[in-house]
C-alpha cells in the first residue's frame, strides 16, 4: 500500500528566509505527487503536481518542488518566506490508474513564520 | 465562478443517528471524491462518484454512503455515527481524472 511520511510535524522559518518542507512517500510504480495547502478554517489548495518529465515542478505562490525517485522524496521548497505562507502543507501520492483522484496524504507539516 | 461549495459548514449530532452531507461541485466538473479529515490528521479518501455511480472506494465502512445526482452534486451519509466520525468532511470534485479542488469542509462533531 502506499504511504506518505512527513517527518516534520511543525517547522519555524524566519520571515524573508528559505523553506524546505520534507515529503517521502512509498510507491511500486512512477507515481503522481501533489502537495497542498490548507489555511485554518479552509479546504485544501493545490500549490504544485508532479507525474512526469521535469523533476523540478513550479507551483503557485513561488513554491517548487523536485522529485528524486532514487531518493523516494519530492521535498516542497520555498526561497523567501512570507508571513502568509503560515498554514498546512500536506504532501500527497495518487493511486492507480486514476492518480489524481484516490490520494493519499501525510500527515501535514505545520509552517509558522517568525517576524 | 463558485468553487467547490459544502453544506452545512458545522453540524453536531448525537453518537447513533444519522448525518447527511452536501456537495455541489465546481462548474464544469463531474467528478466528486469526499474525504475525511480528523483532528491533526491529513485527509483521508473515503469514495469517489462519477457519471452517479461510485468508482473507487477507501477503507470506510458500509455506514459510510453516498449519491451523486445529474447535475454531478453530491452527498455523503453517515449511519450509526460513532464518536469518531467526528471530524472535518471535504468534498473535492474534478473535470475528469484530473486535480482535485477542494471545498471548505463541513466541520462535525459527534456527542
Known amino acids: 500500500a502506499q504511504s506518505v511520511t512527513q517527518p516534520d510535524i511543525h517547522i519555524t522559518v524566519s520571515e524573508g528566509a528559505s523553506l524546505e518542507l520534507r515529503c517521502n512517500y512509498s510507491?511500486?510504480?512512477?507515481?503522481?505527487l501533489f502537495w497542498y495547502v490548507q489555511s485554518p478554517g479552509q479546504g485544501l489548495q493545490l500549490l504544485l503536481k508532479y507525474f512526469s518529465g521535469d523533476t523540478l515542478v513550479q507551483g503557485i505562490k513561488g513554491f517548487e518542488a523536485e522529485f528524486k525517485r532514487s531518493q523516494s522524496s519530492f521535498n516542497l521548497r520555498k526561497p523567501s518566506v512570507h508571513w502568509s505562507d503560515a498554514a498546512e502543507y500536506f504532501c500527497?501520492?495518487?493511486?492507480?490508474?486514476?492518480?489524481?483522484?484516490?490520494?493519499?496524504f501525510g500527515t501535514g507539516t505545520r509552517l509558522l513564520v517568525s517576524p | 465562478d463558485a468553487g467547490v461549495t459544502q453544506s452545512p459548514t458545522h453540524l453536531i449530532k448525537t453518537r447513533g443517528q444519522q448525518v447527511t452531507l452536501r456537495c455541489s461541485p465546481k462548474?464544469?466538473?463531474?467528478?466528486v471524491s469526499w474525504y475525511q479529515q480528523a483532528l491533526g490528521q491529513g485527509p483521508q479518501f473515503i469514495f469517489q462518484y462519477y457519471e452517479e455511480e461510485e468508482r473507487q472506494r477507501g477503507n470506510f465502512p458500509d455506514r459510510f454512503s453516498g449519491h451523486q445526482f445529474p447535475n454531478y452534486s453530491s452527498e455523503l451519509n453517515v449511519n450509526a455515527l460513532l464518536l469518531g466520525d467526528s471530524a472535518l468532511y471535504l468534498c473535492?470534485?474534478?473535470?475528469?481524472?484530473?486535480?482535485?479542488?477542494f471545498g471548505n469542509g463541513t466541520r462535525l462533531t459527534v456527542t
Open positions: 473535492a470534485s474534478s473535470p475528469g481524472n484530473s486535480p482535485l479542488h
Open positions: 462548474s464544469g466538473h463531474d467528478t
Open positions: 510507491y511500486g510504480a512512477t507515481p503522481y
Open positions: 500527497a501520492v495518487g493511486e492507480g490508474g486514476t492518480g489524481f483522484q484516490k490520494l493519499v
